[in-house]
């Protein structure tokens, strides 16, 4: 049984749920976000909580319970407080760089790589820490690991572009005969 789908959401003022068949639509102020459930789990809204419930006895049907109920939790936490995942760049020569909606990274490539930044994500840079903020969970996550994809971190000097609560483990170098 899912832990997670029985716990209700608690939906806070500024928020406004809506359930259209089997959408759950969520807006404040300007920002709309949709929720597709496909008819696999029942929502139902109480004043200001929202319930998930169960289509189904069988396993598929508890994995959906407590997916959605996860992603509709992922999104009024995205609308209250928004998401945040920092990257930072380490190496010689390695920056990056914002010209309006463009990330300009400079990688020990020939060329810089220019990352078009999508609508709704702000990014700022501190030196070597490249901060991205929005509201969707899950595109703050892939946008992150794109960059890092340019140039994840290596094992030997640590250089590359890493999460910053990323440990990265160390190998020993080449060792000279004497």
Do not use: C
Not at 1 to 6: I, N
């Amino acid at each position: 049984m899912s832990r997670v789908g029985k716990k209700p959401i608690n939906i806070p003022q500024n928020i406004e749920v809506s359930i259209q068949g089997s959408k759950i639509i969520f807006k404040s102020g300007k920002l709309v976000k949709e929720l597709e459930t496909y008819n696999r789990v029942g929502v139902e809204k109480k004043e200001n909580e929202l319930m998930f419930s169960l289509k189904g006895k069988d396993t598929q049907s508890r994995a959906y319970w407590g997916t959605y109920r996860a992603l509709a939790n992922n999104i009024v936490l995205g609308l209250t407080q928004g998401f945040t995942k920092q990257l930072e760049i380490n190496g010689v020569g390695y920056k990056a760089t914002l010209k309006g909606k463009v990330l300009e990274l400079a990688l020990g490539f020939s060329h810089p790589i220019n990352y078009n930044i999508p609508e709704g994500i702000e990014v700022s840079i501190d030196k070597n820490l490249v901060t991205l903020k929005g509201s969707d969970k899950q595109q703050i996550g892939q946008i992150a690991a794109e960059i890092r994809e340019f140039r994840p971190p290596e094992p030997y000097k640590g250089k590359g572009v890493k999460y910053v609560e990323e440990r990265i483990i160390r190998k020993a170098g080449k060792t000279s005969k004497k």
